[in-house]
């Protein structure tokens, strides 16, 4: 079965920095990598996703990915960080184990937390 | 396009009560979502439907949790009788196993559950 590591439970950057969140999969093949974000109270939102293709993968809010398949990493930057970018980030992995049905996993998350 | 839908918001029982809720996807969507968040972790996948069959419930505590899908369309999560562990955000989401949005869930914006 597939899992997700997401290392860092909490973040803390000053805003107008940059900013990269870490995420680190194990699974026997490349999987379908997404990142999420989640504003206090509300649903998840998808930021991004890596199906195949060129590995460096842009999403909305001015956020982008890279998979390192050597890594098993799909760490989450962004160039310069806005207040309202503080929230609870999702690494989320989705996979066919034994070649059966397609199963999500998501990872514990990273609080970012913004400085002014 | 509506998001998926989800009732109650919040919802505030005695142990060992009964609760139940409501999700209803987006439309056309074939594939249907639960999951627990329990604050300060990432969602744990509870079951997973494909039209109304179910394609996972391996974390599913089935001694005091049910869920169904009739007519594949709207799905109710139920809880009998309700534990205070149970207390947790109930997340629904819906994706398509096809098309250009493959395997992407949306989300709905969760059901908190306090147990008391």
């Known amino acids: 079965a597939q899992s997700v590591t997401q290392p860092d439970i909490h973040i803390t950057v000053s805003e107008g920095a940059s900013l990269e969140l870490r995420c680190n999969y194990s699974y026997g093949a490349t999987p379908y990598l997404f990142w999420y974000v989640q504003s206090p109270g509300q649903g998840l939102q998808l930021l991004l996703k890596?199906?195949?293709?060129?590995?460096l993968v842009q999403g909305i809010k001015g956020f982008e990915a890279e998979f390192k398949r050597s890594q098993s990493s799909f760490n989450l930057r962004k160039p310069s960080v806005h207040w309202s970018d503080a929230a609870e980030y999702f690494c989320?992995?989705?996979?066919?184990?034994?070649?059966?049905?397609?199963?999500?996993?998501f990872g514990r998350g990273t609080s970012l937390i913004v400085h002014p | 396009e509506a998001g998926v839908a989800q009732s109650p918001r919040y919802k505030i029982i005695e142990k060992r009560q009964s609760v139940a809720f409501w999700c209803n996807p987006i439309?056309?969507?074939?594939?249907l979502y639960w999951y627990q968040q329990i604050l300060g972790q990432g969602p744990k996948l509870l079951i997973q439907?494909?039209?109304?069959?179910?394609?996972?419930d391996s974390q599913l505590p089935k001694d005091r949790f049910s869920a169904e899908r009739l007519k594949g369309v709207d799905s109710t999560l139920k809880i009998q009788p309700a534990k205070l562990e149970d207390s947790a955000v109930y997340l629904c989401?819906?994706?398509?196993?096809?098309?250009?949005?493959?395997?992407?869930?949306?989300f709905g914006p969760g059901t908190r559950l306090t147990v008391l």
């Open positions: 989401a819906s994706s398509q196993p096809w098309g250009r949005s493959y395997n992407e869930q949306f």
């Open positions: 890596y199906f195949s293709g060129d590995t």
């Open positions: 989320a992995v989705g996979a066919y184990p034994s070649g059966g049905s397609y199963i999500p996993t």
């Open positions: 439309s056309g969507h074939a594939t």
């Open positions: 439907f494909q039209n109304n069959g179910v394609v996972d």
